[in-house]
């Protein structure tokens, strides 16, 4: 029997070069996965060992917010073994762009570049400060977002706003810092960092020496206030941390790895139940012969375990060759992941691939196989195969039945009774859509024929006698027609989600920002805090081309007990009240979004306390609970004239301007910025640039993750195409007789492209409601008060292009059941 599975093999290896193929991308694109990440995350050990093999020992505030005064540092210079102590100093100190404005969406953060031993800079182009006072380095990002170059002069804000000018020396990488890649970074020497930033204490003091129990002394002289590492550990946290993102893109990419290998166990299920049935011949004359069920089984079960460990390996080196393609381009575009460490195979990957490939084959195989041990030995003795016929039993009937009710109610209570915002309130539409799905799995073969036969309706008009042949043979097989067109579902159906989400997303979101951001320009600083003079917005309200000006300003504050944002607004903006009511809003009284109330425990008609500058302990009466997703006002709300007695006359945080009718919107905006000129972090955006960079954003998403479903539709298409092909073998008399009593070889392979073009849209249908449906309700678990949109065009690219893909996929078994010999035909069987 091992003799036969393998002859087996070698004689049908063409007709598992495309199930080979399915294999190989699904195994290529989940070990790519891990190779990609094993190579990140060897990059990103590479440069923490490096970087901090230089400390022996580092101290470290035990809360991010906190700093090490300088005698602490000053103790650990005393201690003997000492070779050398430094502290490194960190802060805020906003870059200046070249249109005078700050630069980024973050103050840029300011680091003392020191030199010795201890020196952990990464400097990529240039020099670094040294002990030049008036010289500063930029992150290579900063400064190629801003145009800045080598020996040009840089302005940065020191704590007091104050302007200082540097010139730029060098340009540094900041590694594997996640929060200097956002906010970037300008390098000063120590002492001048330490004046740029307030001179507020060191953000870590690294040490170097040899003595026996250093750690332990330099511990006992910073106190117990403070973490003390050894080098070694420092690193590993280090290099935990930058792992982070690394493995969230990790998971990311497996996800859409499971989804393939789910698609491609389809197609390598549908191949081996087409082989077995096109072999029922053979497995009964071995029946005959002697060879018993168990052999039967174990000889299709080997052919699947070396069909998947063979294609398992070859798709191990797709993998090693998507990493490399991918690093390469991350590294062309400069991304915070590239990583210059060797691309390689470990032996962890080399197992998962293998095993998730030999697994997924033989696990789909295993149905065939046991449906081969059914064969009677007399079918031995028939002159060609019966054609399959499926019925629909009760049994089936109950389970569909069974699935979809659960799935529709798990969905519903999900959508409509969780609520939205929350993670259990997705994953419990998840949930039912995976048991909805399950329920059209199962209803599969008994909703082919009527769907072939509605999609059937023009093709079969239109294209004459091959047309209404191709529709009967789409559905002459509903089982086969059922699993084959699945795989193409799974693909469809969450392209068209995510299509779906992303448009009705687009949609809520600018509805939501038209209705409680009504504005055309937004003045704030980068972190949103109180700095805009009043005197901007009374400008701008003496201006002819605007219409309404609107102030927001906010401090913190203790609210019984906790600290919280604590604000007021001015001009014409309208708070989503979700219960109450802010008529004749006042003295005495506060409006608390929905968070905040409910971390206080607190409702409408309660009394909360505020601690104030200027009038000490107040108590307020809440009188409105606002929308947090949808207020654009702060957590907790007073009114204008008690909070300047309560705070006296703080600036402004955000200033919200309307043009007015008729005025164009380069003179509206040209107003707007001369108003906030004379303040450097003063930033002007225009609700179109948000709406800009909010398109943006979705649409990046959008495209990437269509590219990423784009490999579980390829291999659904191979699916298509290799069902086909096999189904064309198994009619090759049919197709003679057809061609010997008058059908052509362009009707032949017009038949078989038309049936293709059926099963793609059956599948492509199904998917298009599923992702509809399920679309709807991810957005209603993740976004409340959510608008639906379907992006019609998108899904009627994604029907006709799964129906071109299936056309496609039938050319070659088309052409090759066109060019094959009547009379050779007729014979076979």
């Known amino acids: 029997m091992l003799k036969t599975a393998l002859a087996g093999l070698r004689a049908h290896r063409l007709r598992l070069m495309l199930t080979s193929l399915a294999i190989m991308l699904g195994v290529g694109f989940i070990a790519g996965t891990f190779v990609l990440n094993d190579t990140v995350e060897a990059g990103f050990a590479q440069r923490v060992t490096a970087d901090a093999g230089k400390v022996d020992v580092a101290v470290l505030p035990k809360d991010s917010d906190d700093v090490l005064p300088e005698e602490v540092l000053e103790r650990i210079r005393a201690l003997p073994g000492v070779t050398e102590a430094q502290g490194l100093v960190r802060g805020s100190t906003p870059v200046l762009g070249r249109n005078g404005k700050t630069a980024g969406n973050a103050p840029t953060t300011a680091l003392s570049i020191i030199t010795g031993p201890l020196d952990r800079t990464d400097v990529v182009s240039g020099t670094g400060p040294g002990t030049d006072d008036q010289a500063a380095v930029l992150d290579e990002n900063t400064a190629e977002a801003q145009g800045f170059r080598l020996g040009d002069t840089i302005t940065v804000l020191d704590g007091e706003q104050a302007e200082h000018r540097f010139r730029l020396v060098g340009l540094i990488d900041t590694g594997v810092d996640q929060m200097l890649a956002y906010t970037g970074a300008v390098g000063f020497t120590p002492a001048t960092a330490w004046r740029m930033t307030g001179g507020k204490g060191y953000a870590e003091i690294d040490v170097a020496g040899s003595a026996p129990g250093l750690k332990q002394a330099v511990a006992a002289a910073a106190g117990g206030a403070y973490t003390v590492k050894t080098g070694d550990e420092l690193a590993d946290d280090l290099a935990g941390a930058a792992g982070v993102e690394t493995r969230s893109f990790t998971m990311g990419l497996l996800m859409f790895g499971i989804v393939a290998m789910m698609v491609a166990a389809l197609v390598i299920y549908n191949t081996f139940n087409i082989l077995v049935a096109q072999r029922t011949r053979e497995m009964a004359l071995l029946r005959c012969i002697g060879a018993t069920r168990g052999q039967v089984f174990g000889s299709i079960m080997l052919e699947s375990a070396a069909v998947g460990l063979v294609t398992s390996g070859l798709g191990l080196l797709v993998g090693y060759g998507l990493a490399t393609l991918t690093l390469t381009i991350l590294g062309a575009l400069d991304t915070p992941l590239h990583t210059d460490a060797a691309v390689t195979l470990t032996p962890g990957t080399i197992a998962i691939g293998l095993a998730v490939g030999l697994v997924v084959t033989v696990c789909a195989a295993l149905l065939p196989a046991r449906s081969a041990t059914r064969v009677p030995p007399i079918a031995a003795l028939r002159s060609q195969a019966e054609e399959q016929t499926f019925r629909a039993g009760l049994v089936r009937a109950g389970f569909a039945a069974l699935f979809l009710v659960a799935g529709l109610a798990t969905t519903g209570v999900g959508a409509f009774v969780l609520t939205p915002g929350q993670e259990v309130s997705l994953f419990v539409v998840m949930g039912g859509g995976a048991l909805t799905f399950l329920a059209v799995l199962i209803l599969g073969p008994v909703l082919v024929r009527p769907l072939s036969a509605l999609v059937g309706w023009i093709p079969r008009r239109l294209f004459g006698v091959p047309g209404r042949l191709a529709v009967d043979n789409s559905g002459r097989n509903p089982r086969r027609a059922a699993t084959t067109t699945v795989a193409l579902t799974i693909g469809v159906t969450l392209m068209t989600l995510i299509s779906v989400v992303t448009a009705s997303t687009r949609l809520t979101l600018t509805a939501q920002l038209d209705e409680q951001f009504p504005i055309d320009y937004l003045l704030a600083g980068q972190e949103r805090d109180s700095i805009i003079p009043r005197s901007v917005a009374e400008e701008l309200r003496g201006r002819p081309e605007l219409t309404s000006v609107a102030q927001i300003r906010e401090v913190k504050a203790a609210v019984a007990g906790k600290r919280l944002d604590v604000g007021t607004f001015s ?111 003063v930033q002007v955006s225009s609700s179109t640039e948000i709406r800009g960079q909010f398109d943006e954003t979705l649409d990046m998403m959008l495209m990437i993750i269509t590219g990423l479903l784009g490999l579980a539709i390829l291999i659904s298409l191979l699916g298509i195409a290799n069902t086909l092909s096999l189904s064309v073998h198994e009619r090759t008399r049919e197709s003679a007789l057809l061609r010997a009593l008058g059908l052509t070889r362009p009707q032949l392979r017009r038949m078989l492209s038309v049936e293709a073009l059926i099963l793609g849209l059956i599948g492509a249908l199904v998917g298009v409601v599923l992702g509809l449906v399920f679309g709807w309700a991810a957005l209603r678990a993740m976004l409340d008060g959510a608008l639906f949109s379907a992006p019609v065009p998108q899904i009627v690219l994604f029907v006709a292009l799964s129906g071109l893909a299936g056309v496609l996929a039938a050319v070659l078994p088309a052409r090759r059941a066109a060019r094959a010999s009547i009379v050779d035909s007729l014979a076979t069987g």
């Open 571 to 681: 001009g014409p903006i309208e708070p989503y009240v979700s219960s109450g009511s802010m008529k004749g809003f006042g003295a005495g009284q506060v409006a608390l979004d929905d968070l905040t109330a409910e971390a206080l425990g607190a409702r409408v008609g309660d009394t909360v306390t505020l601690d104030t500058k200027r009038a000490g302990t107040v108590s307020l009466k809440v009188v409105a609970l606002l929308n947090g997703s949808q207020s654009s006002l702060t957590p907790v709300t007073i009114a204008e004239q008690p909070f300047d007695a309560y705070f006296g006359a703080v600036p402004d945080s955000r200033v919200m301007v309307n043009a007015k009718d008729g005025v164009a919107a380069d003179r509206a905006r040209a107003v707007v910025d001369a108003a906030a000129a004379p303040y450097p972090t």
